[in-house]
């Protein structure tokens, strides 16, 4: 039996409530000293034991003393001195001394107390392990669902990656890069077209993050005029975004518009274009 499986056997708490016999206590205290593990729990239990007893210690009441005086009171005191005989030293009496005797009904109630503050200590005990098994059951939950929003989430960029590689694959797809514009020079994205399905994916290489109550969108822009091709998401803006079927464009832009996106560009707002190569 390892340490582990030794301290849950709930030995260490018969011992510290004194109901193991004297081989069994000279076991614990043997293994308590070559195991600093059994040595500290012992202690514990020891500790739990003396609080416990400290705890819900009863003090008896006054009129008991009385009552047990009264009664000693009343039996008869015997002053004549006994007969004694040469012999009496090979007598041996009929009668039970009292006092070697002892009342059962002492006994009875130093076994009920043992027994009562060995539940509280064992049920204690077995409640501390049940909230300590609880507590690991949560971090484990915790744990678990940090694994699975992590899996989740690296599972969507894979199939992004997947799915870029299959346009990059794709010669139907024609790239159009958007640069920034003087306002916002850092700001990149890139337009895969499918001209003849009419497709149009966007990956945002590096666009700033929107502020509260705005949203990016992008247009398709033909003979001058802009085509509304689609809001992009208002979180996690980086990556592949499928966007709104484009039939004709020249060029495309990204401009910052209201949530929800608008009718026309705000060119004010604009902050990526690029020109569709032919």
């Not at 002492?106 to 539940?119: P, Q, R």
């Amino acid at each position: 039996m390892n340490n582990e499986n030794y301290i849950a056997s709930g030995v260490l708490e018969l011992y510290a409530a004194g109901a193991l016999t004297h081989e069994e206590r000279q076991e614990v205290e043997t293994l308590a000293a070559a195991s600093p593990e059994i040595k500290a729990a012992l202690d514990e239990a020891c500790a739990v034991m003396e609080n416990y007893a400290r705890l819900y210690a009863v003090q008896p009441q006054p009129a008991l003393k009385n009552r047990i005086l009264n009664q000693l009171g009343a039996q008869p005191i015997t002053t004549e001195a006994p007969y004694t005989s040469p012999d009496q030293d090979n007598v041996i009496p009929f009668y039970v001394d009292e006092e070697r005797e002892g009342n059962p009904y002492k006994w009875m109630m130093a076994a009920s107390v043992v027994l009562f503050l060995l539940s509280g200590i064992l049920s204690f005990h077995f409640y501390n392990k049940w909230q300590e098994a609880e507590n690991r059951l949560a971090l484990a939950m915790v744990a678990e669902q940090q694994l699975a929003q992590n899996f989740s989430t690296v599972s969507g960029q894979l199939k992004q990656q997947e799915q870029l590689l299959t346009i990059l694959q794709d010669e139907a797809y024609k790239p159009v890069k958007l640069q920034g514009v003087e306002a916002h020079p850092e700001a990149r994205a890139i337009v895969y077209w499918n001209q003849q399905e009419k497709q149009v994916y966007l990956n945002t290489l590096a666009l700033p993050q929107a502020p509260a109550g705005k949203q990016y969108q992008l247009w398709a822009l033909y003979d001058g005029k802009p085509v509304d091709a689609g809001t992009l998401a208002l979180t996690n803006i980086t990556g592949l975004q499928q966007m709104k079927t484009i039939g004709a464009a020249q060029a495309f832009a990204i401009t910052l518009e209201p949530e929800g996106g608008s009718v026309n560009p705000t060119l004010e707002q604009l902050f990526v274009m690029g020109e569709v190569k032919s």
